[in-house]
């Protein structure tokens, strides 16, 4: 059973540039969640992904924008990049909606300069 | 008030001691309860996953429920180097509970 994985790992941006972040949920699991976590935070709810529709928002403004695909894939996109974007983007992938047991990605790490 | 508080540690035990570690909520409406834990410069790891009150153990983890005092407890038996990690307890929140909310977790460091 492969698990949830993530890319790129590392990458470096300039403020005001865009960044799309890619993660394969878990065989089977049709529900995808995307986390931010500053350095020595918590993560922060961003959006959740059901079945190729938005299925609930965290208090991230409109620049953070999602996708799902049929094969239950997402993606992550942020327009014009501000330095406090900067942060590890954790994915999280669940077997439906409405279970909070979710698998984690090893996270894409974006540091904005 | 927020909605979960955990022990801010960061806390350092001796290698084979017991480890209690603590979170306390604010919404009585939350049905089950998780720890993660999370290593440094990974994903967080589902750990224990409870729906009701009392106790469930898992190996060297038990995880303990207490809903009228609001209060959440992971304990680790026999501490060991590899338990060193960051200790979160998210709440479900949000209209389908599927949003979590963490805290910042607590760092463990279990020395040799």
């Known amino acids: 059973e492969t698990g949830v994985t993530q890319s790129p790992t590392h990458l470096i941006k300039t403020r005001g540039q865009q960044v799309t972040l890619r993660c394969s949920s878990q065989?089977?699991?049709?529900?995808v969640s995307w986390y931010q976590q500053a350095l020595g935070q918590g993560p922060q709810f961003i959006f959740q992904?059901?079945?190729?529709?938005?299925?609930g928002r965290g208090n991230f403004p409109p620049r953070f924008s999602g996708l799902q695909f049929p094969n239950y894939s997402s993606e992550l996109n942020v327009n014009a990049l501000e330095l406090d974007d900067s942060a590890l983007y954790l994915c999280?992938?669940?077997?439906?909606?409405?279970?909070?047991?979710?698998?984690f990605g090893e996270g894409s790490r974006l540091t904005v300069l | 008030q927020k909605e979960v508080e955990q022990d801010p540690g960061p806390l350092s035990v001796p290698e084979g001691a017991i480890v209690s570690l603590n979170c306390t909520y604010s919404?009585?409406?939350?049905?089950?309860f998780m720890w993660y834990r999370q290593y440094s410069r990974k994903g967080p790891e589902l750990l224990m996953y409870?729906?009701?009150?009392g106790n469930k153990e898992d190996g060297r983890f038990t995880a303990q429920v207490d809903k009228s005092s609001k209060y959440i407890s992971l304990f680790i038996r026999d501490s060991q180097p590899s338990d060193s990690a960051t200790y979160l307890c998210p709440l479900p929140s949000g209209a389908g509970s599927y949003q979590l909310t963490f805290g910042k977790g607590t760092k463990l460091s279990v020395i040799p």
């Open positions: 919404n009585s409406a939350f049905q089950y």
């Open positions: 409870t729906y009701s009150s």
């Open positions: 065989s089977g699991h049709n529900t």
């Open positions: 992904y059901y079945r190729e529709e938005e299925n």
């Open positions: 999280a992938s669940s077997p439906d909606r409405d279970i909070g047991e979710l698998f």
